[in-house]
């Protein structure tokens, strides 16, 4: 039996499973085990199309859970959307979990039949943007391409053939490559809001590679694990010092990298020229929802403010779809980049919308999608 | 739990953006977003967007006003082909390159040609068509100056984001359209025989794009255009695989536009018309116009994918699948062959079943496309091409009245559908709102020979005297429509 806050290190019993996965294939066999024992209905997973798609499936199939893609860094989705609803357990990047937690909030996810393991995340790159970025910085065809790891501040590509072409992230994004832009200044890499905190960072020595560093983070991430250990899927041991220590190391670094990142993007805007670079931003907009579409925290549906008070007729200066979503995601926006991706005219929506938010969400201590028990403060502040 | 996902392109027009349908156990049908896709990196426009609404509309087959099958409809639409004369086929590219092929296979047995509904092609020489085949999107970003005949963010939106990087990297931006553009460094109210004002090199682009009722004058000027200046043309089209259905023509000469057919139809030239999935209810700006002109006719044979218009007054109806779920392959307007992940051979199997019917050879799937790889897969990767006609005598396009007031509908690709969406208005400029009193928020009376009605409307820096829409209208009798319009 594992208690909350309990640190492992651990990995899928199945060799099959543990040498497909990633990280020693701990969260395929946590998420099939919850399967297994009925514990969830339905599991998302990354059905696997080529190393640079792949697209989520809620699946009831145990064999489809084994199966599924594991982590991909150029596939930046966010499953939070397809948790709603469902009695399910997903696998989440730290933007994936913060976006459930915000549905949780306002009641579009119900989080007590909703399990969530967590992957430490240092970003995600854009599938189109890393096929170019293979050609002209790795000079490798994205055909040949086998698999991909961040480690220490290196993106490494492997072929087929077992070559392994690394390259520094600050390189490949000086160079306009690398991760998404909403990643280079996340502030949150590992996810603590989920029922299991996974990743790599801080698995060492003989089981690097083929173990997974995890975090009980409550009393659903036990009922997970324990669940898994149960039924055999997998198996865990205590990690020693050293290697939380190694974790918590890797982390400060990708946090001060965002930090850096963060202030390199949001520079200010002086006061009088601030209703000017909104306007200006969003001139080109086409108005086809998309960035409402996939937004993961909206759960307004179709009645929503920001498309009632909008119409295509108005001749306002700023369309009011985009003042109500500015002023509706203040509280909100955890900053996951899907407007961004899904833009049909490249608005940087993200950056736009964090810049609006980051200030009052500063003056309030709130970060979004961390915890349940702060409600948003848009709602208290109307109440 | 279960659902299905497909791998396909978006119908809306010939940018051909790739997107995931997802459609349910219970037939529901949603949009996901294929970052891969290169064309458009997942992003879509809000044709796009709204897709499970285009797909909502589901065909049945039907023969002589009764409900059927496949098999009883291919015999009814056989027995009418039987003897028919005075036979015209229609495919405007609204499917793939396989079932265009097969519908040109049974046009073959009856003796006839596929016409893809635009007009342009039949009017310039042959040596001309190269040099409207789509050019990489890419070189839209890498051009140096960039004159636009089209509204990109209401007629081709996904060339918006193309643009704007075209501007990012230097690109000098001219919009010649009816309207402003934001992303324009100029805009200017030019004919294009003014383009020669431009001074236009070969790292010049012109965008404009043909459709069933472009005027072949404004081609030919573009064309003389490029052949003097050296600049390239891009030429957008309206539907999924115009581009693929135009390349597959063995011969344009005889090819008619839309509005040809249906004038033969009045005159009583075509007595037999088939179409697949083509609608001239939904292309002919004049919707009810065009209804009573198809009852003049002795067979209206459909073969759809979907339910439109046409289907209620169709004689035969042959329903495939949705497009979404059909093998096979389409051309964009940069000349890339895509492919759905689909398997169904609905269709084909239909026409092939058809084609036996009145005594010809069947066919499958795999030899259709094999036709296609003989007939153009080592056309697809073109190169920049120096072009190799000569200029061209040409009309002048007709200017726009002073004085008159014109509706005039900005040819939409994604407004055919009866898409539920906020367009319902007209544009107009301020000259015009002051002059008729409008008050803000109201709507405008706008009078054709065909009735009246109210619309709301927008200002915009339009030409005076026009009043512009996205949406076809009811009182519309043509593309331009001499219109009077009032305060109400």
């Given at each position: 039996m594992v208690r909350v806050g309990d640190k492992l290190i651990g990995y899928a019993t199945d060799p099959d499973v543990r040498s497909r996965g990633a990280s020693g294939g701990l969260v395929t066999a946590v998420l099939a085990a919850a399967l297994e024992k009925g514990l969830v209905e339905g599991v998302v997973v990354l059905k696997r199309i080529d190393e640079y798609e792949a697209i989520p499936v809620i699946t009831d199939d145990v064999q489809e859970v084994l199966a599924s893609g594991g982590s991909m860094h150029a596939v930046p989705v966010n499953l939070a959307k397809y948790a709603a609803g469902r009695k399910i357990a997903m696998p989440g990047k730290p933007c994936d979990v913060r976006g459930v937690i915000e549905q949780a909030k306002r009641n579009g996810v119900d989080l007590e039949s909703t399990y969530i393991v967590g992957l430490n995340c240092g970003g995600t790159m854009h599938p189109v943007v890393t096929r170019e970025m293979l050609v002209r910085m790795y000079e490798t065809d994205p055909e040949d391409v086998a698999g991909e790891e961040i480690e220490k501040g290196k993106l490494i590509f492997r072929t087929k053939d077992g070559e392994e072409k690394a390259i520094s992230i600050d390189e490949l994004e000086d160079a306009g490559y690398g991760r998404r832009e909403n990643c280079r200044y996340c502030t949150v890499k590992i996810p603590t809001s989920a029922d299991l905190a996974c990743g790599n960072w801080g698995v060492i020595g003989e089981v690097a590679g083929s173990a997974t560093f995890c975090e009980v983070m409550n009393e659903k991430g036990k009922r997970l694990l324990d669940n898994a250990i149960d039924v055999g899927f997998v198996e865990v041991r205590p990690a020693d010092g050293k290697a939380i220590a190694i974790r918590e190391k890797v982390n400060s670094a990708m946090l001060k990298l965002g930090d850096e990142w963060k202030e390199r993007v949001f520079t200010g805007i002086p006061d009088q020229e601030r209703l000017t670079y909104y306007m200006e931003q969003f001139a080109d907009c086409i108005h086809c929802g998309a960035c409402k579409e996939v937004c993961p925290v909206c759960t307004c549906g179709e009645d929503s403010k920001c498309t009632m008070f909008h119409s295509l007729a108005d001749n306002y200066r700023m369309s009011m779809y985009h003042m109500v979503r500015l002023l509706h995601l203040s509280d909100s926006c955890i900053g996951c980049g899907q407007c961004s991706d899904v833009c049909p005219v490249d608005i940087p929506v993200t950056s736009i919308f964090r810049r609006f938010a980051d200030p009052a969400q500063k003056k309030r201590n709130y970060e979004p999608g961390m915890d349940l028990t702060r409600p948003p403060f848009l709602e208290v502040m109307l109440k | 739990m279960k659902e299905s996902i497909y791998t396909t392109v978006c119908p809306g027009c010939s940018i051909g953006c790739g997107l995931y349908i997802r459609e349910s156990d219970k037939g529901a049908v949603s949009v996901d977003f294929l970052k891969s896709s290169p064309v458009n990196l997942g992003k879509l426009c809000r044709f796009g967007m709204r897709l499970p609404h285009y797909y909502s509309r589901l065909v049945s087959g039907k023969a002589e006003g009764q409900d059927c099958g496949t098999e009883d409809a291919v015999r009814a639409a056989a027995s009418r082909l039987k003897g028919a004369g005075k036979i015209a086929m229609l495919s405007v590219g609204n499917t793939t390159c396989e079932e265009h092929i097969a519908f040109m296979k049974l046009a073959e047995t009856l003796g006839t040609v596929v016409h893809t509904g635009i007009p342009v092609y039949a009017q310039l020489?042959?040596?001309?068509?190269?040099?409207?085949e789509g050019m990489p999107f890419i070189d839209i970003e890498n051009a140096e100056k960039i004159v636009l005949f089209i509204d990109p963010y209401v007629q081709y939106p996904l060339l918006v984001r193309r643009l704007l990087a075209a501007k990012r990297n230097g690109a000098y931006i001219i919009s010649a359209g009816r309207t402003e553009l934001h992303l324009a460094h100029e805009n200017r109210k030019l004919s294009p025989e003014q383009c020669a004002e431009l001074d236009l090199d070969s790292g010049s682009l012109i965008i404009t794009d043909v459709h069933p009722h472009t005027d072949p004058c404004h081609i030919q000027q573009l064309l003389n255009i490029a052949l003097d200046t050296g600049a390239r043309l891009q030429v957008m089209k309206p539907f999924v695989n115009s581009e693929g259905a135009d390349r597959l023509a063995k011969s344009r000469a005889g090819m008619m536009g839309i509005s040809q057919i249906m004038s033969g139809i009045e005159r009583g030239d075509i007595r037999t018309l088939v179409l697949l999935d083509s609608d001239p209810v939904e292309l002919m700006p004049d919707t009810s116009r065009a209804v009573e002109v198809l009852k003049k006719l002795e067979d209206l044979i459909v073969i759809s994918s979907r339910d439109s218009p046409v289907n209620a007054i169709a004689d035969v109806v042959i329903a495939t699948e949705p497009l979404y779920r059909k093998k096979g392959t389409f051309i964009n307007a940069e000349g890339k062959l895509q492919e759905n992940s689909g398997q169904g051979i609905d269709g084909i199997d239909a026409i092939s079943m058809l084609s036996r019917e009145l005594g010809a050879d069947g066919f499958d799937h795999r030899q259709v496309h094999g036709y296609l790889h003989e007939r153009m897969i080592e056309t697809l990767?073109?190169?920049?091409r120096k072009p190799e006609y000569c200029r061209m005598e040409c009309g002048t396009v007709p200017a726009q009245q002073n004085g008159a007031c014109t509706l005039e509908y900005m040819y939409n690709p994604f407004m055919w559908f009866s898409q539920p969406d906020d367009n319902g208005f007209v544009l107009l400029d301020r000259g015009m709102v002051k002059s008729l009193r409008l008050k803000k928020g109201g709507t405008v009376r706008l009078d054709s020979e065909k009735g009246s009605m109210d619309m709301r409307y927008k200002v915009e820096k339009v030409p005076e005297g026009t009043i512009l829409t996205g949406r076809k209208l009811p009182i519309a009798t043509a593309t331009v429509t001499k219109i009077k319009a009032e305060g109400c």
């Open positions: - | 020489p042959p040596e001309c068509h190269p040099h409207l990767a073109s190169e920049n």
